[in-house]
């Protein structure tokens, strides 16, 4: 008898937080709140996206550290969720359980996401679980021209102080994670796997943010590994595993964006390529304007890469594009301990504009063989500045401007 005076009290105090009660405190953090006390049924077939929101609308309203709790063993189906913050204090959604898209073409929208954060503060993505956008029905309607917009699988705007860790994301219809107009943010220990063959699917493509750390991740997929876009400051890729996909990219830059370019601090080191397309790369196109300096590309293998280095200010993927003047200056550019093999003879390209070219391009110990071929790897320079120190194979040579 003595047990139910603290057990009733217990559950007024409980009852006094809302639906806290269905949540659980865990010794110095803050209370848990699992989706299935929010009535998400974990069954891969039900529609939880509602549960979630729910879940999250109480965990962002708690003022002591919350987590979300999305429990191991299970498969939740989701469509388009919205997490949305500002939220009352540091906040983590722990992933241990799995979270898959519908199996068929489930929204007409543009910009969409099955997991969608929005103003979020603080906030940590963690866990052992994976999110399977299951796209290739999507993909399929995108290589028929049927489809115009595809769902991002997690995507954050807005945010400040952004941690995911350990999470695998799978299949993405469209860009796996997006980064957009957010400061101090790390990604390690993430994986992401889809096809090489897999439309627009990058790994994590980030814009208009500062400050951001990517370490230890291993990522294949149809497009970028990793894509640097305008606006994007102080970035460092590092232990970053790279293939099947198109390598670790900045830009493009210079679009029909109105806004000058801009791209400034950007560190890729230590990391491995297979079978890309391109290694590192800066690509921009005719006529833009504003700015890209201060690369620092090192200790880099590349495997079969197509072009494992690549300074592009020519771009145009249709192969259409008209010829303008101008373009966005790309300045201090180092390269430096870069070796492996390329799957064309042309290893090393770097094509600047004749109206903007490139300066301050320096390349130290770089060797790169031509995959099962004896010839030597070869460059091509246009309109491009700069120096080289050690060994540099294939032969790089900067003419007078
Ligand atoms: C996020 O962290 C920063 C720095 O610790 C702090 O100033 C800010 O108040 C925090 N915001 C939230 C919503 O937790
Ligand atoms: C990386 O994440 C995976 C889960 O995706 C986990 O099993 C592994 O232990 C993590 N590695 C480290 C070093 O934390
Ligand atoms: C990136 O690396 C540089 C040089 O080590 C360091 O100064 C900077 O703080 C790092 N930035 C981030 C976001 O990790
Ligand atoms: C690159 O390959 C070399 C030789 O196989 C190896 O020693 C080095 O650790 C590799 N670098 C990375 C970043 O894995
Ligand atoms: C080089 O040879 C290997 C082994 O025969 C093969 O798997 C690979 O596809 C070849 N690479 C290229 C670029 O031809």
């Not at 299970?74 to 241990?96: A, H, M, N, W």
């Not at 897999?198 to 980030?206: E, H, K, Q, R, V």
């Not at 990522?219 to 390598?247: A, E, F, K, Q, Y």
Request: hydrophobic residues 35%.
């Amino acid at each position: 008898m003595r047990a139910v005076l603290p057990m009733l009290l217990l559950l007024v105090a409980s009852a006094a937080v809302g639906s806290a009660a269905a949540a659980g405190r865990r010794k110095g953090e803050g209370t848990r709140y699992s989706v299935m006390a929010f009535h998400a049924a974990g069954d891969g077939e039900t529609d939880d996206s509602k549960a979630f929101e729910e879940t999250w609308d109480s965990a962002c309203r708690d003022s002591g550290g919350a987590t979300l709790y999305v429990p191991e063993g299970r498969t939740f189906l989701l469509g388009e969720t919205k997490l949305q913050g500002p939220c009352k204090s540091p906040i983590t959604l722990q992933v241990d359980g799995d979270i898959v898209a519908p199996s068929s073409l489930w929204t007409l929208k543009s910009l969409t996401s099955l997991l969608a954060f929005y103003r979020v503060d603080n906030l940590t993505v963690d866990g052992i679980g994976q999110i399977d956008g299951r796209g290739a029905p999507w993909w399929h309607c995108y290589n028929q021209k049927k489809c115009h917009y595809r769902p991002q699988l997690v995507s954050f705007s807005f945010c400040n102080g952004l941690r995911v860790t350990n999470i695998r994301l799978k299949d993405s219809a469209d860009k796996h994670m997006s980064v957009f107009e957010c400061s101090q943010v790390q990604v390690h220990n993430v994986t992401v796997m889809a096809p090489g063959n897999s439309p627009n699917t990058d790994g994590i493509t980030m814009g208009a943010s500062d400050h951001v750390r990517i370490s230890s991740c291993n990522i294949h997929s149809g497009d970028d590994c990793v894509s640097i876009l305008t606006g994007t400051t102080d970035v460092n890729v590092t232990d970053v595993t790279c293939g099947p996909g198109h390598g670790i990219s900045v830009g493009s830059l210079g679009g029909a964006s109105e806004k000058p370019a801009l791209v400034e601090r950007i560190t890729v080191s230590n990391c491995n390529f297979f079978n890309t397309m391109t290694g590192v790369r800066i690509k921009s196109w005719q006529g833009g304007r504003g700015k890209a300096n201060t690369f620092l590309f090192r200790d880099l293998n590349m495997t079969q890469v197509r072009y494992p280095i690549d300074i592009d200010q020519f771009y145009c993927p249709q192969g259409n594009c008209p010829k303008r003047e101008g373009g966005v200056a790309i300045t201090d550019a180092r390269f430096i301990n870069i070796r492996g093999t390329s799957s064309e003879q042309e290893a090393i390209q770097i094509l600047c504009s004749k109206s903007v070219p490139c300066h301050g391009i320096f390349l130290h110990n770089v060797d790169l063989s031509w995959a099962n071929h004896t010839a030597p790897t070869k460059a091509k320079i246009l309109n491009a500045q700069g120096s080289v120190a050690g060994t540099v194979k294939p032969q790089v040579r900067f003419r007078g401007l």
